[in-house]
């Protein structure tokens, strides 16, 4: 299983970037995606997930309103769109995916296996 996250970058207060994570080895019609994100000194914390076959939605309530996750089957692909960004959004955003995860439920880091290699986010002005 791999994980490509990929559309971090260097964005002012209040604008937008949408991160992608490319999925292969699985598909994402039996697998769960999380997105986490880490900031220097501070723990992994989770961000959102999307369920495999439900496609039920959570999110960390520091992002309800602003953060959208999405999943596109055909590319095995699931996207975090993200608006209205703060200077505390920025870190290493990771995707991850497991099965029987993003239940009922946002979940911690811990019940993923599969973890791509992150990418940077920073809003900074």
């Known amino acids: 299983v791999q994980l490509q996250a990929s559309g971090g970058g260097l964005v002012q207060p209040g604008g937008s970037l949408r991160l992608s994570c490319a999925v292969s080895?699985?598909?994402?019609?039996?697998?769960?995606i999380g997105w986490f994100r880490q900031a220097p000194g501070k723990k992994r914390e989770g961000v959102a997930c999307i369920s495999d076959s439900s496609d039920d939605t959570y999110y960390a309530d520091s992002v309800k309103g602003r953060f959208t996750i999405s999943r596109d089957n055909a590319e095995n692909t699931v996207y975090l769109r993200m608006h209205s960004l703060k200077p505390e959004d920025t870190a290493v955003y990771y995707c991850a995916t497991d099965r029987n995860v993003c239940r009922y439920r946002l979940g911690a880091s811990r019940e993923y296996d599969y973890w791509g290699q992150g990418t940077q986010v920073t809003v900074s002005s």
């Open positions: 080895g699985v598909t994402l019609d039996y697998y769960s």
